[in-house]
């Protein structure tokens, strides 16, 4: 089972909003990640947990609040957005890779987030 | 300093033609790996291949074949008779040794298979 799914698939949120996003694995991956795509641009590194701890965080703004409770699930907390973060956001896992080699990511359908 | 740079922004073919989408990719990495991902209009990215640097050996896999160059930094990526399910936005990435899996993306090339 190669799935990686996302909750919601859309979500529409004011300016003062608290909203979460959620994305479980089940294929034991201890890596997962979030990534923001804006249209017709490639999907940009937002964070990276490696066993349930965050590894990367790509200088995102504080109003992005990662989440992994557990080894299957990660979350993105979203507090006071703004407009320019409508986007799709992708989460992705992967096996947990030893130094000096790169494993293949999965990725999940993504939640579509329009902020207004 | 890491890059991908996919020149083709849009390609559109007819149905049954051959593509090649190109890549070329930027790194003083000795070891490195390469990925290529599917976007279909539904949004999720789809895993098509893995290779790293020390694997020069060129692959196939159906109506997929990919071309590593090692020479020329290139890693392209040729369709054989397209399909119209083949539409899709396709990614050329870079990962490098000891940077937590992170992907370099290029900036995509939009494929069209019309009928």
């Known amino acids: 089972d190669t799935e990686v799914t996302q909750t919601p698939k859309h979500l529409v949120m004011g300016m003062t909003n608290k909203k979460s996003l959620k994305c479980e694995q089940h294929?034991?991956?201890?890596?997962m990640y979030w990534y923001k795509q804006k249209a017709k641009k490639p999907p940009e590194l937002m964070f990276v947990?490696?066993?349930?701890?965050?590894?990367i965080n790509e200088s995102v703004p504080s109003r992005f609040s990662p989440e992994c409770p557990n080894s299957s699930l990660l979350n993105l907390h979203l507090h006071a957005l703004q407009p320019e973060d409508s986007a799709l956001y992708l989460c992705?896992?992967?096996?947990?890779?030893?130094?000096?080699?790169?494993?293949?990511?999965?990725f999940g359908p993504g939640t579509r987030l329009t902020v207004t | 300093a890491q890059k991908v740079t996919q020149a083709q922004t849009e390609i559109s073919v007819v149905e049954k033609e051959d593509v090649t989408l190109d890549c070329v990719y930027e790194t003083r990495d000795t070891t490195y790996y390469l990925f290529w991902y599917k976007q279909p209009p539904s949004g999720e990215l789809v895993f098509l291949i893995r290779?790293?640097?020390?694997?020069?050996q060129n692959e196939i896999s159906g109506r997929y074949s990919w071309n590593f160059q090692k020479s020329t930094s290139s890693f392209n990526f040729t369709i054989t008779a397209s399909q119209v399910v083949d539409s899709a936005v396709y990614f050329c990435a870079l990962s490098v040794s000891g940077g937590y899996n992170k992907l370099i993306f290029g900036a995509g090339t939009r494929l069209a298979v019309h009928p």
């Open positions: 992705a896992s992967s096996p947990l890779p030893p130094a000096g080699v790169s494993y293949e990511q999965y």
């Open positions: 947990y490696s066993y349930e701890k965050l590894s």
């Open positions: 294929m034991g991956h201890r890596a």
């Open positions: 290779r790293n640097s020390f694997d020069e």
